[in-house]
C-alpha cells in the first residue's frame, strides 16, 4: 500500500509508463536515441511538476489561510527563549513564501516587540522549507531526502536565530522602523470554506503563473544532465571525492534564484548521476535561501552588519549541513 | 498621507504580484465606471507595516483592509466595490 502511494502518487510512474508508450511505442521512436530520451525526461518532469506544483500549492493554501502572518505574530509573542525560535521555525515552514512579503513581515515582527532571533528564525525557515518542497523531494529523490532536507532546515533554522540572539544586534535594523507605532489590527473574522478554496485556487494561480518560466528552465537544464553530461564528469566536480563539491554547489546557488520547483528537477538529474545527498541539499538550500532578491529586500530593512551575518551565518550553515550529510551518508 | 482620505487604495512592496493587483483593481474601476473615485498605488512597506498589513499586496477601500496578500481578479475587485456601496 505504501509503495503503491509513493509509486502512484508521488513519484507518478504512471505517467512516466504513458510517455513510454507515446514516445517508443505509437510514435516508434528509438530506445537509445539521447534526444528522445531528453525528451521524454522533459516531458515527464514538466507534467509531473505542473499536476505536482498545482495539488500542493492549492493545500498549503488552504493551510495558510489558518495562518496569515498576523496570526503568525500573535502566537510568536506569546512563547519565550528558544521556545520561540523553534515555533517560529515550524511557523516559517507552515508559511508560504514569497520575497514580496519579507519586508512587510519583518517590520511587522521587529516593530510589535518579537525578539530578533525569533524573526531571523522565521526568516531562515520561510523561503526554504514547505510542505511543498517536502512532498516534491520525496517525489523525486525519496522520503530519506525528503524528511532529511526538513528535518535538518528546521535545526538550522533554530539555531541560526539563537545565534543572532546572542549577537546583541538589535542596533542593526534600519533606524525608521523602531518610529513606526503599529495599529494591532486584530482580524479574527472567521473565514468561510469558501473563502479558504478561493484563497487556495488563487494561490495556484499565481505561484503557477509566475514560476512556469523557472520550472521549464530547470527541466531543461535537468534534460541535458540527464543525457548529455557524462555522470563520471559530474562526479569529479561535485561527487563524493571531491571534497570543494560542497562550497562549489553552495557558490554556483547563492547567485540562482528560482523557487523550490525549479531547483528540484536540476537536483534530482544530478541526484540520478550519483552525486551525494548532502551536495543537493546545500545546492538546494543555497538557491532558495539566500538568494539575490531576497537579499536585496532584506537590505531595506537590515543595516549592513547584520545583513553580512545574515549571509555569513547561511552560508557557513549550508556548508555545514552539506559536509555533514556527505559524512554521514557517503 | 492619511489613507482614509483615498477612495481606492492599492499597497505593495512594488513585487510583480502587487503590480499586477494595480492593473486589476484599475481595470475593475474603469469596468464599473468609477473614474470620478481617487484610486492610488501606493509602494511604502512602512505604511503597510504601520496598517498592521503584513502579507503584500493589499486592497483598500475608504481606509479600510478588504483584502491583503492576494491577487484578486477585476470581477472580484467590482464585487468589493459593491460591498463598499461605491457603485
Known amino acids: 500500500?505504501?509503495?503503491?502511494?509513493?509509486?502512484?502518487?508521488?513519484?507518478?510512474?504512471?505517467?512516466?509508463?504513458?510517455?513510454?508508450?507515446?514516445?517508443?511505442?505509437?510514435?516508434?521512436?528509438?530506445?537509445?536515441?539521447?534526444?528522445?530520451?531528453?525528451?521524454?525526461?522533459?516531458?515527464?518532469?514538466?507534467?509531473?511538476?505542473?499536476?505536482?506544483?498545482?495539488?500542493?500549492?492549492?493545500?498549503?493554501?488552504?493551510?495558510?489561510?489558518?495562518?496569515?502572518?498576523?496570526?503568525?505574530?500573535?502566537?510568536?509573542?506569546?512563547?519565550?527563549?528558544?521556545?520561540g525560535n523553534i515555533i517560529g521555525a515550524c511557523l516559517g515552514g507552515i508559511t508560504p513564501f514569497c520575497s514580496c512579503s519579507s519586508i512587510p513581515i519583518f517590520i511587522g515582527f521587529t516593530s510589535s516587540g518579537l525578539p530578533l532571533g525569533v524573526t531571523f528564525s522565521f526568516l531562515f525557515a520561510s523561503p526554504m522549507i514547505d510542505i511543498a518542497s517536502l512532498i516534491l523531494l520525496a517525489s523525486f529523490m525519496g522520503m530519506k531526502v525528503a524528511v532529511s532536507y526538513i528535518i535538518v532546515g528546521l535545526i538550522f533554522s533554530i539555531i541560526g536565530g539563537i545565534i543572532i540572539k546572542h549577537l546583541h544586534m538589535e542596533d542593526q535594523i534600519a533606524d525608521y522602523i523602531r518610529d513606526i507605532q503599529v495599529e494591532d489590527e486584530v482580524d479574527d473574522s472567521q473565514l468561510k470554506w469558501s473563502n479558504r478554496v478561493?484563497?487556495?485556487?488563487?494561490?495556484?494561480?499565481?505561484?503557477?503563473?509566475?514560476?512556469?518560466?523557472?520550472?521549464?528552465?530547470?527541466?531543461?537544464?535537468?534534460?541535458?544532465?540527464?543525457?548529455?553530461?557524462?555522470?563520471?564528469?559530474?562526479?569529479?566536480?561535485?561527487?563524493?571525492?571531491?571534497?570543494?563539491?560542497?562550497?562549489?554547489?553552495?557558490?554556483?546557488?547563492?547567485?540562482?534564484?528560482?523557487?523550490?520547483?525549479?531547483?528540484?528537477?536540476?537536483?534530482?538529474?544530478?541526484?540520478?548521476?550519483?552525486?551525494?545527498?548532502?551536495?543537493?541539499?546545500?545546492?538546494?538550500?543555497?538557491?532558495?535561501?539566500?538568494?539575490?532578491?531576497?537579499?536585496?529586500?532584506?537590505?531595506?530593512?537590515?543595516?549592513?552588519?547584520?545583513?553580512?551575518?545574515?549571509?555569513?551565518?547561511?552560508?557557513?550553515?549550508?556548508?555545514?549541513?552539506?559536509?555533514?550529510?556527505?559524512?554521514?551518508?557517503? | 498621507m492619511n489613507v482614509n482620505d483615498i477612495d481606492i487604495l492599492v499597497l505593495g512592496t512594488g513585487c510583480p504580484k502587487c503590480k499586477k493587483l494595480a492593473e486589476n483593481t484599475k481595470q475593475a474601476i474603469k469596468d464599473a465606471n468609477l473614474e470620478n473615485k481617487q484610486f492610488k498605488y501606493v509602494t511604502d512597506p512602512v505604511l503597510m507595516a504601520q496598517l498592521g498589513i503584513m502579507s503584500s499586496p493589499a486592497l483598500l477601500v475608504n481606509g479600510k483592509v478588504m483584502a491583503k496578500g492576494e491577487l484578486l481578479s477585476p470581477e472580484e475587485i467590482v464585487k468589493i466595490f459593491k460591498k463598499n456601496n461605491l457603485l
Open chain 1, 1 to 83: 500500500m505504501f509503495t503503491w502511494i509513493t509509486n502512484n502518487i508521488f513519484r507518478m510512474l504512471w505517467l512516466s509508463r504513458f510517455f513510454n508508450w507515446l514516445l517508443y511505442e505509437v510514435l516508434n521512436l528509438s530506445h537509445t536515441n539521447r534526444i528522445v530520451s531528453s525528451l521524454h525526461f522533459f516531458l515527464f518532469d514538466t507534467i509531473k511538476i505542473f499536476i505536482l506544483m498545482s495539488v500542493l500549492v492549492f493545500i498549503m493554501g488552504i493551510i495558510q489561510s489558518y495562518f496569515p502572518p498576523e496570526k503568525t505574530k500573535r502566537i510568536l509573542s506569546r512563547v519565550n527563549g528558544i521556545g
Open chain 1, 198 to 330: 478561493h484563497l487556495g485556487v488563487s494561490q495556484v494561480k499565481d505561484i503557477v503563473g509566475r514560476v512556469w518560466p523557472y520550472i521549464l528552465i530547470g527541466v531543461g537544464i535537468g534534460a541535458i544532465i540527464h543525457d548529455w553530461i557524462p555522470a563520471s564528469f559530474i562526479q569529479s566536480v561535485l561527487g563524493n571525492h571531491n571534497p570543494l563539491s560542497v562550497i562549489l554547489a553552495v557558490l554556483v546557488g547563492v547567485p540562482m534564484y528560482a523557487d523550490v520547483f525549479g531547483v528540484i528537477p536540476i537536483a534530482s538529474a544530478l541526484f540520478a548521476k550519483g552525486v551525494p545527498i548532502g551536495t543537493l541539499i546545500a545546492f538546494m538550500m543555497a538557491v532558495t535561501m539566500l538568494s539575490l532578491p531576497e537579499l536585496i529586500m532584506l537590505k531595506k530593512v537590515l543595516k549592513k552588519k547584520l545583513l553580512a551575518t545574515f549571509i555569513i551565518i547561511g552560508t557557513i550553515g549550508i556548508i555545514l549541513i552539506g559536509f555533514g550529510f556527505n559524512l554521514i551518508l557517503g
